[in-house]
């Protein structure tokens, strides 16, 4: 088996509303045999791998799968099967998979499964191919080590305990979240509503107030300073100072690092100055200024404080094993790192019990060492300091903290300026004020460990990520509005009208297109961008208020959608374009994809639908939310049918656009105060601005609200640049337009035969990647449509031969009856369109199909005396 490709699509997508990995395998070494047809290959699987046995298959029960390898299956499915079951051994919940053959002849296969952990997710398929190949040519293969590998690669990408709690607590509240970088950083929330989070900090949590809490001596000072009980203690840089401070102290001191964290170099209840010796050399392995205080004798709590309130509180206990006579103390920790609760740095709720010098050093203190075996029954506490992070544990006490002492907390908190912050406190007993009983506050933490209050090992679990949710986003759910536009024409249009129609409303609009990305008027990126990164871009922008969204075939099936759910989805039309292209050879696979759309409509949203569209109109089947219908026809019968019941349809008649709901209708507009619409002739155009006119309504605006909103696009003709782009030259007319498949060079022609002509002059070509079949029908479109045809090809031949796209449309058009006296075949853009312009006659009117406008702008611009248009003169 050869991995090819190897792609995670990250967003909802064609296959799955959660994450795949899609893999492009071959296995033409297998020889075109099925599993039935491999010998022992089956017996020896199972046995490699028995936990295949569990899975169900498209037979639905457990054992499904052994029946289909018994039948004879395809090596692509196994691979797809073997791949699911490695990464459920690692610990990943996946259950979808999919496999279908691309290319028969090639024995080339696609293999989709969910995945958790995109790096163990691409790494489970090499393992799996590895495994199979093994298999195949005899060996015995070892899953032990696979599964491994993949545990270690979750372990380092996974989110943590503390994370998830906050995560899940966003699903709980329907707030979206997104991951920024291969770190631990999330944002909460979209656009102008976002928060970030980073384990326990959050974009509230002050840099200040931080640096201050990492600075023990500096947070010591504040707070006393605040009046509020801190240990005595000074600082100082060598061990000679120490030890001379040691000399002050009339009890027993405690040595740690001015700047750490996690405990980390910090030493409790000495008493003698060997030990300090060797305390201050721990410490200042992480930092050279040593902190020596009095050590405050009690009890250990980690009091939680988020927004100004006391959410959990815990009493901390440090490591220690219980002998049983014959162990030796590193072999009982070793067995209690063995614990399934224990993992490795913050991976669990519980971390492996350290083992360093700090360990050694209180060990010795009482007299063992690790090779020392305690009596049965003998508890041996490993080490004075009690952090998670080093393998202590924690009880509950959140409902025995006196009032007192939670007041005191929440201030510490306040003093350091800090919206999280874990507060240790060392006093007697929780429950009684530490006015009366000498408590002292050690440290205040920002970032603190969540792990103790979420799992704690004895007490109630406290949900602390709801709280920190909470005090990030206390109303609402973080979404912006977001409207997706998708279909095969007309969805570059839509949006830019659409986003200014919004803009009117005073909103800060983030627009995708595959023109670029915009804020508002502000160009962010120029380019194709109507994919999901592009639309992760916008929903990222601090000051975007709505996000509406170009969202192309490509992008879907690439890397899936790049949002969980839009209030509005608008699917403009569907027709063939893009076949053969990801495995989608029909109309019936593109509709699938482009239904996505509509389907990832919240349940309180709108898919707006073009009911002229037989390939459209059906997918209100496919949607969860409401239904709005847009129509050219007044006397639609979807249309009819919908009102009948309730529902809501913008249709235009002959001269007006009207918004419906049952029987009760609102003029919106004449069409010919859009200038885009030609007066409605360009019937495509009018159709687009019934879709963003159903937009607008879906977002809650009145008819009069839309009337202005509507009103003069496109007489600026930046407005749709790319799009019906006219000008009026010396005696004849030159537009410049985007189509690129048979049903957009079909819309510009019918709208360009509404005005006054003689010769209708095309400048046409396709790019590359498009089907024989798509060229074919292009080229009849074509030769229908033009008395004369300048037949040229894109630069990027995106795998053809020079040449051949522009020979197959010149050829089917000679097919159609087309004279070759009125074809010319001029490969370069530029070339054709500077000859159509040179030979063109008075009342013609020359249109090319751009691959990129800007050169051929400058060409037109060049030519003659440009005179700017005046669209709305064509309404007349």
Same mark, same amino acid.
């Given at each position: 088996m050869r991995i090819h490709q190897v792609k995670a699509i990250e967003g909802a997508n064609f296959f799955?509303?959660?994450?795949?990995?899609?893999?492009?395998?071959?296995?033409?070494?297998?020889?075109?045999?099925?599993?039935?047809?491999?010998?022992?290959?089956?017996?020896?699987?199972?046995?490699?791998?028995?936990?295949?046995?569990?899975?169900?298959?498209?037979? /639905?029960?457990?054992?499904?799968f052994v029946e289909r390898l018994e039948e004879g299956t395809l090596p692509g499915h196994v691979l797809e099967h073997v791949s699911i079951e490695l990464l459920t051994l690692a610990g990943e919940k996946s259950r979808y998979g999919k496999t279908r053959v691309l290319v028969e002849e090639m024995e080339e296969y696609e293999v989709i499964y969910e995945y958790e952990c995109k790096e163990a997710a691409i790494e489970a398929l090499y393992a799996a191919a590895g495994f199979l190949n093994q298999l195949r040519y005899g060996e015995e293969p070892n899953a032990e080590p696979l599964v491994a590998q993949l545990k270690k690669l979750r372990s380092a990408y996974m989110p943590g305990p503390s994370t998830q709690a906050i995560l899940q607590a966003c699903l709980d509240r329907g707030i979206p979240y997104d991951k920024?970088?291969? /770190?631990?950083?999330?944002?909460?929330?979209?656009?102008?509503?976002?928060?970030?989070?980073?384990?326990?900090?959050?974009?509230?949590?002050?840099?200040?107030?931080?640096?201050?809490?990492?600075?023990?001596?500096?947070?010591?000072?504040?707070?006393?300073?605040?009046?509020?009980?801190?240990?005595?203690?000074?600082?100082?840089?060598?061990?000679?100072?120490?030890?001379?401070?040691?000399?002050?102290?009339?009890?027993?001191?405690?040595?740690?690092?001015?700047?750490?964290?996690?405990?980390?170099?910090?030493?409790?209840?000495?008493?003698?100055?060997?030990?300090?010796?060797?305390?201050?050399?721990?410490?200042?392995?992480y930092s050279t200024k040593v902190i020596i205080e009095e050590y405050i004798k009690g009890n250990n709590y980690r009091l939680l404080v988020v927004g100004g309130k006391l959410v959990a509180a815990a009493r901390r206990r440090p490591p220690?094993?219980?002998?049983?006579?014959?162990?030796?103390?590193?072999?009982?920790?070793?067995?209690?790192?063995?614990?399934?609760?224990?993992?490795?740095?913050h991976e669990k709720?519980?971390?492996?019990?350290?083992?360093?010098?700090?360990?050694?050093?209180?060990?010795?203190?009482?007299?063992?060492?690790?090779?020392?075996?305690?009596?049965?029954?003998?508890?041996?506490?490993l080490r004075q300091s009690a952090n998670l992070s080093t393998g202590s544990t924690a009880v509950d006490v959140t409902g025995l903290v006196h009032r007192d002492n939670a007041e005191l907390a929440v201030y510490a908190a306040s003093v350091l300026g800090l919206d999280i912050a874990g507060i240790d406190f060392i006093l007697g007993d929780i429950r009684h004020s530490y006015r009366e009983q000498d408590g002292r506050i050690i440290e205040v933490n920002a970032a603190p460990g969540l792990r103790m209050h979420l799992l704690p090992s004895a007490g109630q679990s406290r949900n602390i990520g709801r709280d920190i949710v909470n005090m990030l986003l206390p109303h609402g759910n973080g979404r912006i509005p977001i409207v997706s536009v998708t279909g095969t024409n007309g969805k570059t249009t839509v949006v830019r009208l659409l986003s200014k129609m919004l803009r009117k409303q005073q909103l800060t609009v983030g627009m995708t297109s595959t023109e670029g990305i915009y804020i508002n008027d502000r160009?962010?990126?120029?380019?194709?961008?109507? /994919?999901?990164?592009?639309?992760?871009?916008?929903?990222?922008?601090?000051?975007?208020?709505?996000?509406?969204?170009?969202?192309?075939?490509?992008?879907i099936l690439r890397a899936g959608l790049g949002y969980d759910y839009a209030d509005v989805a608008i699917i403009t039309n569907i027709s063939e374009d893009h076949l053969g292209q990801y495995g989608i050879d029909n109309i019936e696979d593109l509709s699938k994809v482009k239904s996505l759309v509509a389907e990832r409509v919240q349940k309180h949203g709108f898919a707006i639908l073009n009911a002229d569209d037989p390939q459209v109109v059906n997918l209100d089947q496919k949607t969860s939310g409401h239904v709005i219908y847009f129509s050219t026809e007044i006397q639609n019968r979807r249309i009819c049918k919908h009102l009948a019941f309730g529902g809501v349809a913008v249709v235009a008649d002959?001269?007006?656009?009207?918004?419906?709901?049952?029987?009760?209708?609102?003029?919106?507009?004449?069409?010919?105060?859009?200038?885009?619409?030609?007066? /409605?002739?360009?019937?495509?155009?009018?159709?687009?601005?019934?879709?963003?006119?159903?937009?607008?309504?879906?977002?809650?605006? $009145?008819?009069?609200q839309i009337r202005r909103a509507v009103s003069g696009f496109?007489?600026?003709?930046?407005?749709?640049?790319?799009?019906?782009?006219?000008?009026?030259?010396?005696?004849?007319?030159?537009?410049?337009?985007?189509?690129? $498949?048979?049903?957009?060079?079909?819309?510009?022609?019918?709208?360009?035969?509404?005005?006054?002509?003689?010769?209708?002059?095309?400048?046409?070509?396709?790019?590359?990647?498009r089907s024989d079949a798509t060229v074919k029908q292009f080229a009849r479109e074509a030769a229908a449509g033009f008395d004369l045809l300048y037949i040229k090809?894109?630069?990027?031949?995106?795998?053809?031969?020079?040449?051949?796209?522009?020979?197959?449309?010149?050829?089917?058009?000679?097919?159609?009856?087309?004279?070759?006296?009125?074809?010319?075949?001029?490969?370069?853009?530029?070339?054709?369109?500077?000859?159509?312009?040179?030979?063109?006659?008075?009342?013609?009117?020359?249109?090319?199909?751009?691959?990129?406008?800007?050169?051929?702008?400058?060409?037109?611009?060049?030519?003659?005396?440009?005179?700017?248009?005046?669209?709305? $003169?064509?309404?007349?």
């Open positions: 799955s509303y959660r994450p795949v990995i899609r893999g492009i395998v071959s296995i033409a070494e297998w020889q075109g045999k099925m599993t039935h047809e491999l010998g022992d290959f089956n017996q020896r699987l199972l046995k490699a791998l028995p936990s295949l046995a569990d899975h169900t298959c498209s037979r /639905g029960k457990p054992g499904g920024l970088g291969d /770190g631990n950083l999330y944002q909460l929330g979209y656009g102008r509503l976002q928060k970030r989070i980073q384990a326990a900090m959050t974009s509230g949590t002050s840099c200040i107030g931080t640096d201050i809490a990492s600075d023990k001596q500096l947070t010591r000072l504040i707070l006393s300073e605040s009046a509020i009980p801190v240990p005595r203690g000074k600082i100082a840089s060598s061990e000679e100072e120490i030890l001379k401070l040691f000399r002050q102290f009339a009890s027993s001191v405690v040595i740690k690092p001015c700047l750490g964290n996690q405990g980390k170099g910090v030493s409790l209840n000495l008493t003698k100055e060997s030990e300090i010796v060797k305390a201050c050399r721990l410490a200042q392995v220690m094993v219980a002998g049983n006579g014959k162990s030796s103390i590193e072999e009982l920790i070793e067995q209690e790192n063995n614990n399934p609760l224990r993992g490795t740095g709720y519980l971390s492996k019990i350290a083992v360093d010098p700090i360990l050694i050093l209180d060990l010795s203190r009482q007299g063992f060492s690790l090779k020392s075996v305690p009596h049965l029954g003998e508890k041996v506490v160009l962010l990126s120029k380019g194709d961008h109507s /994919g999901p990164a592009s639309a992760r871009t916008v929903l990222r922008h601090p000051d975007v208020q709505v996000a509406v969204l170009e969202t192309a075939r490509g992008g002959q001269k007006k656009i009207w918004i419906y709901q049952g029987t009760c209708g609102s003029t919106v507009c004449n069409l010919n105060k859009i200038p885009i619409t030609w007066g /409605g002739k360009a019937r495509h155009n009018v159709q687009n601005v019934l879709a963003a006119v159903a937009a607008c309504y879906a977002l809650g605006y $009145n008819a009069q496109g007489q600026n003709p930046e407005d749709n640049q790319g799009r019906l782009e006219y000008y009026e030259m010396d005696g004849f007319k030159v537009v410049l337009d985007y189509g690129h $498949n048979p049903a957009g060079i079909k819309e510009v022609v019918q709208t360009l035969q509404m005005i006054g002509h003689k010769r209708i002059v095309g400048c046409i070509g396709l790019p590359g990647d090809e894109d630069a990027d031949l995106r795998g053809r031969k020079s040449g051949e796209i522009a020979h197959m449309i010149y050829e089917e058009a000679l097919s159609e009856g087309k004279k070759a006296s009125s074809m010319k075949i001029i490969l370069k853009e530029e070339e054709a369109l500077r000859e159509a312009l040179a030979k063109a006659r008075e009342g013609d009117i020359v249109v090319i199909f751009y691959e990129k406008a800007e050169p051929l702008r400058k060409i037109i611009n060049d030519h003659l005396n440009l005179i700017l248009p005046e669209i709305r $003169n064509l309404a007349d």
